[in-house]
């Protein structure tokens, strides 16, 4: 199996640390609000990756974590008048439940910043020993990043152009040595949360946050650290620094990054407020549409977003899941008895497409094609099932559907969900059916919601409606 490292520039073989087992750490988001869909790029493609090692036998140890102390959670705790803790709960569990329902695995460990504080302090202490980090006036402590030599070989950046670019933007009030070093530990300000240590009252940098819990939960050197591509530069390269040089060893052998999710060809991002939420698109299609459509592309490559490429998506994806129900339905009235001959060949057939996919995704997990794959499987599939098929055949053939879907993250036997859209559109025809007097399909409208779980409830505000 070959993955694209950052560190080489180069497609390499995976050989993990040690047999039959995987540890990858993925940098998880900062909870300061709803997660926008360019955030679960990331969550989306590493859960594949995980999916497809778990598939070819691995003990994957998969660990992402939430960062929920940052300036941006206590400027938004400020300004709602609540708790910093209270805005990072919220949108943790928030963001779990947008996780779900794109289908990404939980974790094996999801740790939050803020409760491996200790271990922060213990990593900082022993940098500040070994000479690499130093304490300012200010009580702030500093990485002193000229001292590990190898800075700069992840983002292939040298210290001498990182300088020259910075050297004009010194920010008043700053004490450090040089201008690329960075912070590992900073004093609070009025009203900030904080923890006590040794240097001030205060709490960490970013990046030392995820080289502590890498540590804490995968150890010294782990397999696979992954995360967007703007999370190269510094802040993966910091992290290397920090941890190799805390530790003595190699961080993380394999460093995976996705490509951004655009829109009109830039990067989707809060700040420049060109996003839409998961939560938003969940009103109108069912995420696994949006997780179809994020493995359409290599995980690499820019991908545009636009309502063209997910309703593609979404027709793909029912092309699919269309042919799984077929297969079902032919099940349920589909002889017994063993394979004929034909049956036997037609699987072995079957087995190309499954080849395909695996050789797809065996080369730096490129699920464009794996997708290409699972179509053509699908094609295969309508041609050659019917209600002369034993149930054997018809089985064997929705098992190697279903098995390349379920490494995809897409699950084929899923009841589709009833949409916030859907629901609007057929109340708003109920009223118009009401003002026009038809209450026979009114009625008939009601009757259908409910059916489909919906109540409804006529208030003088208007009709208001919940899942039962
Ligand atoms: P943040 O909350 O900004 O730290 O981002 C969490 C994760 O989402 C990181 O791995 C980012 O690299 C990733 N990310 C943020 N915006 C995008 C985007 N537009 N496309 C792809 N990945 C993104
Ligand atoms: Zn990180």
Same mark, same amino acid.
């Given at each position: 199996?070959?993955?694209?490292?950052?560190?080489?520039?180069?497609?390499?073989?995976?050989?993990?640390?040690?047999?039959?087992?995987?540890?990858?750490?993925?940098?998880?988001?900062?909870?300061?609000?709803?997660?926008?869909?360019?955030?679960?790029?990331p969550?989306?493609?590493?859960?594949t990756?995980?999916?497809?090692?778990e598939y070819?036998?691995y003990?994957?140890?998969?660990?992402s974590?939430?960062?929920?102390?940052?300036?941006?959670?206590?400027?938004? %705790?400020? @300004? &709602?008048?609540?708790?910093?803790? +209270?805005v990072s709960k919220r949108? $943790? !569990?928030?963001?779990?439940?947008?996780? *779900?329902?794109?289908?990404?695995?939980?974790?094996?460990?999801?740790p939050? %910043?803020? @409760? &491996?504080?200790?271990?922060?302090? +213990?990593?900082?202490?022993t940098? $500040? !020993?070994?000479?690499?980090?130093?304490? *300012?006036?200010?009580?702030?402590?500093?990485?002193r990043?000229?001292?590990?030599?190898?800075y700069g070989?992840?983002?292939?950046?040298?210290?001498?152009d990182?300088?020259?670019g910075?050297?004009?933007?010194?920010?008043?009030?700053?004490?450090?040595?040089?201008?690329?070093?960075?912070?590992?530990?900073?004093?609070?300000?009025?009203?900030?949360?904080?923890w006590e240590?040794?240097?001030c009252?205060?709490?960490p940098?970013?990046?030392?946050?995820?080289?502590?819990?890498?540590?804490k939960?995968?150890?010294?050197?782990?397999?696979?650290?992954?995360g967007?591509?703007?999370?190269?530069?510094?802040?993966?390269e910091?992290?290397?620094?920090?941890?190799e040089?805390?530790?003595?060893?190699?961080?993380?052998?394999?460093?995976?990054?996705?490509g951004?999710?655009?829109?009109?060809n830039?990067?989707?991002?809060?700040?420049?407020?060109?996003?839409?939420?998961?939560?938003?698109?969940?009103?109108?299609y069912?995420?696994?549409?949006?997780?179809?459509f994020?493995?359409?592309?290599?995980?690499?490559?820019?991908?545009?977003?636009?309502?063209?490429?997910m309703?593609?998506?979404a027709?793909?994806?029912?092309?699919?899941?269309t042919?799984?129900?077929?297969?079902?339905?032919?099940q349920?009235?589909?002889?017994?008895?063993?394979?004929?001959?034909?049956?036997r060949?037609?699987?072995e057939?079957?087995?190309?497409?499954?080849?395909?996919?695996?050789?797809?995704?065996?080369?730096?997990?490129?699920t464009?094609?794996?997708?290409?794959?699972?179509?053509?499987?699908?094609?295969?599939?309508?041609?050659?099932?019917s209600?002369?098929?034993?149930?054997?055949?018809?089985?064997s053939?929705y098992?190697?559907?279903?098995?390349?879907?379920?490494?995809?993250?897409?699950?084929?036997?899923?009841?589709?969900?009833?949409?916030d859209?859907?629901?609007?559109?057929?109340?708003?025809?109920?009223?118009?059916?009401r003002?026009?007097?038809?209450?026979?399909?009114?009625?008939?409208?009601?009757?259908?919601?409910?059916?489909?779980?919906?109540?409804?409830?006529?208030?003088?505000?208007g009709?208001?409606?919940?899942?039962?």
């Open positions: 199996m070959k993955i694209y490292n950052t560190l080489s520039r180069q497609k390499e073989e995976f050989i993990p640390l040690k047999e039959g087992k995987v540890s990858m750490y993925v940098c998880g988001p900062t909870v300061y609000n709803l997660i926008h869909i360019g955030n679960a790029r969550m989306i493609v590493f859960d990756v995980r999916r497809y090692l070819k036998g003990e994957v140890n998969y660990v974590n939430f960062t929920d102390v940052d300036d941006k959670i206590i400027k938004k %705790a400020q @300004e &709602e008048g609540i708790s910093a803790q +209270e949108y $943790i !569990e928030e963001c779990q439940k947008d996780m *779900a329902a794109l289908h990404v695995k939980e974790a094996t460990s999801h939050l %910043a803020t @409760e &491996e504080i200790g271990g922060m302090l +213990e990593m900082i202490g940098l $500040i !020993e070994k000479g690499y980090a130093y304490q *300012a006036e200010d009580g702030t402590v500093y990485f990043t000229r001292r590990f030599s190898e070989k992840l983002s292939h950046k040298n210290l001498d990182l300088q020259a910075h050297r004009e933007i010194q920010v008043t009030g700053e004490q450090k040595e040089e201008t690329f070093d960075f912070v590992l530990w900073k004093p609070k300000k009025e009203g900030e949360p904080y240590s040794p240097w009252q205060g709490r940098g970013w990046h030392i946050e995820c080289s502590v819990m890498a540590r939960y995968l150890g010294d050197t782990i397999d696979i650290h992954a967007g591509e703007d999370l190269i530069f510094p802040h993966h910091n992290e290397i620094a920090q941890s040089a805390a530790n003595g060893k190699a961080f993380a052998k394999y460093w995976m990054h996705n951004f999710l655009n829109i009109d830039k990067k989707m991002s809060k700040s420049l407020g060109n996003f839409f939420t998961v939560r938003e698109i969940s009103q109108e069912d995420l696994q549409v949006l997780r179809f994020m493995l359409s592309a290599h995980y690499r490559s820019p991908l545009n977003f636009s309502r063209d490429l309703e593609a998506a027709s793909g994806l029912t092309r699919i899941l042919a799984a129900e077929n297969i079902r339905h032919l349920e009235s589909a002889s017994e008895g063993e394979l004929t001959k034909e049956e060949s037609l699987l057939e079957c087995g190309r497409f499954v080849k395909k996919f695996e050789e797809a995704m065996e080369d730096d997990f490129n464009a094609d794996g997708v290409s794959a699972v179509f053509e499987l699908v094609k295969f599939l309508n041609i050659h099932t209600g002369e098929c034993t149930k054997t055949f018809l089985e053939c098992e190697r559907l279903e098995t390349l879907c379920n490494i995809l993250g897409i699950v084929i036997d899923k009841e589709p969900e009833v949409l859209q859907e629901v609007e559109a057929l109340i708003a025809e109920r009223q118009a059916a003002k026009e007097k038809n209450f026979a399909r009114a009625d008939e409208i009601r009757d259908t919601l409910l059916n489909m779980g919906i109540v409804l409830e006529d208030t003088r505000e009709v208001k409606w919940k899942r039962a």
